[in-house]
């Protein structure tokens, strides 16, 4: 195999990544920033909280980066056959489809993902900086990435804007704080941008819905009849059932469970 076929966009994006992240870093560090008088001071804890930050960041990246989404199983296990993708446990009133793409049955709030080429469960988005796919799984994580992303941009903000010295003249400016001052706009750029998706995924969670979900409910079926979100049980129920998976169950019993109750107060 040739070596260049190795790079393949999910690694080329990850090293970006990494090497954008310890590049910054680095140029916090040389720079005459609040870092570099912390460590003239001998104050070592907080440049030390500093990088143990960034690097939890970036393994936590990582981490949703590469592991599964959530892929709905191709060929079920026989240990499987009482899960949600079978449909004799599925209410009939909730008939599966059979992805067009991979020939799966899927299961309710799934979705294919052209990127990743499988039906992923509880599908949110592909996020292409993790080329990989946001669902069940690591969707937690990825909120959790968000916040701890966010606390480092904006700790590197402040460092950043520390180390600039305007009161010189432009040449020898340009020269000491150029790149410094380069690094201070695009850390705004990525906190802004951090800060948009952590309180909009912070919204879809608390409401029990997808970005999906959120910019096609007209397109999806079983969304489109509906007047409310069958999946919202309330903020707490939401949260508790998003970061701890309690309570328990799927989402077609969900489902079913808000027609009947739709059912009960139109007949009364």
């Known amino acids: 195999m040739a070596p260049w076929a190795l790079l393949t966009p999910g690694v080329l994006v990850r090293t970006g990544h990494t090497v954008l992240t ?3 870093t680095l140029v916090l560090f040389l720079h005459d920033t609040a870092l570099r008088q912390w460590e003239e001071q001998g104050e070592l804890l907080l440049p030390l909280t500093f990088l143990l930050l960034v690097l939890g960041s970036l393994l936590l990246y990582l981490t949703v980066s590469l ?3 959530g892929y709905v199983n191709v060929l079920p296990q026989p240990q499987e056959e009482a899960k949600e993708e079978q449909t004799a446990m599925v209410p009939q009133a909730i008939p599966l489809r059979r992805c067009r793409y991979c020939m799966v049955l899927q299961p309710l709030r799934a979705r294919h993902c052209r990127e ?3 039906c992923v469960r509880r599908y ?3 996020c292409p900086w993790m080329e990989n796919c946001v669902g069940e799984r690591n969707h937690p994580l990825f909120v959790a990435y968000l916040a701890l992303q966010l606390a480092v941009l904006l700790w590197a903000l ?3 804007w520390s180390g600039l010295r305007f009161f010189q003249p432009w040449g020898l400016w340009l020269r000491s704080s150029g790149l410094l001052f380069a690094t201070f706009l695009l850390l705004s750029l990525f906190s802004l941008v951090a800060s948009l998706l952590l309180a909009s995924h912070l919204y879809l969670v608390a409401s029990n819905t997808t970005t999906w979900e959120f910019i096609s409910s007209h397109r999806i079926a079983y969304l489109r009849q509906r007047p409310g979100n069958p999946f919202d049980r309330g903020l707490t129920r939401n949260l508790a059932h998003f970061f701890c998976g309690w309570p328990s169950g799927s989402w077609e019993t969900l489902w079913a ?3 009947e109750e739709e059912g009960s107060s139109q007949a009364v």
Do not use: K, V
């Open 257 to 259: 469970e808000d027609e």
């Open 116 to 118: 990743c080429r499988r």
């Open 67 to 69: 592991m599964d989404p």
């Open 22 to 24: 310890w590049g910054i």
């Open 124 to 126: 949110d988005h592909h």
């Open 158 to 160: 402040y460092l950043a």
